[in-house]
Nanobody
């Protein structure tokens, strides 16, 4: 079955940390770029971070220095380590791969002030 499945969301206090995971199945994971997006209530979905098949990472300005994207090709999993979180990081976080036009179901992250 071709799918992406996120996990790791939850409630965290401002300044805290959280790690999101996205497990992929049914795709050539090692050969594709992977992305994390987020969508806050009433806002458009935005790109948070991306990691290429060659492990090159890029970030939205709003999360640079606070979030880290990584991947484990042996586990077909991409991660988003979130640190120093802020209330404005509250959103549903989605895993995505453009190569397969594939989205996960999303995981809710709520940051309390």
């Amino acid at each position: 079955q071709v799918q992406l499945k996120e996990s790791g969301g939850g409630l965290v206090q401002a300044g805290g940390s959280l790690r999101l995971s996205c497990s992929a199945s049914g795709i050539g994971f090692s050969f594709v770029d992977m992305d994390w997006y987020r969508q806050a209530p009433g806002k458009q979905r935005e790109l948070v971070a991306t990691i290429s098949e060659r492990y090159l990472a890029d970030y939205a300005d709003s999360v640079k220095g606070r979030f880290t994207i990584s991947r484990d090709n042996d586990k077909n999993t991409v991660y988003l380590q979130m640190s120093s979180v802020r209330p404005e990081d509250t959103a549903v976080y989605y895993c995505h791969t453009e190569r397969y036009s594939l989205w996960g179901q999303g995981t809710q992250v709520t940051v309390s002030s």
